[in-house]
């Protein structure tokens, strides 16, 4: 399994980096996690829109789905129109996004799979376990499986148990860690820390980790560093084109 990361940041974009969005690759498919503001730039220096096989979207934030919406533009008006594309998400959340634009005019680009957090399902040879996470709006963290190898991803989120389960001995865990340690009071329950994250990392045994969703000005060593505290794995923060391929746990992350 190979992940490509096309952004990390949290809550808007920087000048060189987009906010979340994550390429996932097995045997030749290609499945996008959370195409926030600014990924698909990057995505298309890597390939075709018309490449990419399935998306995942973990909640409807714009932060993690707004550029949804321009990937489904160039598939759908391009001289040779891409299939419908197989979109995953929470039920209704990209409700808002999909009536942006004129009436009908991408349409027949996607094919909307809604969910519950907490569904599991297959997504082309992906293994998806969703869980409920606490967040503002309906948010999904997921166990991605394939060919004997976990990617557990946890989108936004506040504090859960369920955040171990999600992590249980996963080859890479992308987390959220909006701030280093202390989370401010109208934040917090629903966004996590680089500190908290280390600390379920460890419970969960997890084989390495990597720090995402960082608020901006947020220095990316001071998260390492307060994830170290309590977790002794490899730790690394998101960056645009970074690409890890698992399982990782023995090589580090790059």
Avoid at 3 to 28: K, M
């Amino acid at each position: 399994m190979r992940i490509v990361v096309l952004g990390g940041r949290g809550t808007w974009p920087s000048a060189d980096q987009g906010c979340a969005g994550f390429l996932v690759e097995h045997r030749g498919f290609r499945l996008l996690i959370d195409p926030g503001y600014a990924t698909l730039q990057p995505l298309l220096t890597r390939l075709p829109a018309s490449a990419v096989d399935a998306v995942y979207v973990s909640h409807g934030h714009p932060d993690h789905c707004a550029d949804l919406q321009p990937l489904l533009r160039v598939r759908a008006l391009a001289d040779r129109p891409a299939p419908a594309l197989p979109v995953y998400a929470p039920t209704g959340s990209l409700d808002p996004l999909l009536a942006i634009d004129e009436p009908g005019l991408v349409d027949t680009a996607y094919h909307l799979h809604g969910f519950t957090p907490g569904d599991d399902f297959d997504v082309g040879p992906f293994s998806l376990r969703t869980w409920s996470l606490p967040h503002w709006v309906p948010s999904a963290g997921a166990r991605i499986s394939a060919g004997g190898t976990v990617l557990a991803y946890t989108g936004d989120t506040g504090p859960s148990p369920a955040l171990v389960d999600v992590a249980r001995d996963a080859d890479l865990l992308i987390a959220d860690a909006t701030y280093v340690d202390e989370i401010p009071d109208r934040h917090v329950g629903f966004l996590s820390s680089a500190a908290e994250v280390g600390r379920y990392a460890s419970a969960a045994r997890t084989r390495a980790v990597l720090l995402t969703h960082l608020w901006p000005g947020t220095d990316p060593d001071a998260a390492v560093t307060a994830a170290q505290q309590a977790y002794g794995g490899p730790v690394a923060v998101t960056r645009s084109g970074m690409v890890v391929d698992l399982p990782a746990g023995q090589q580090g992350l790059p």
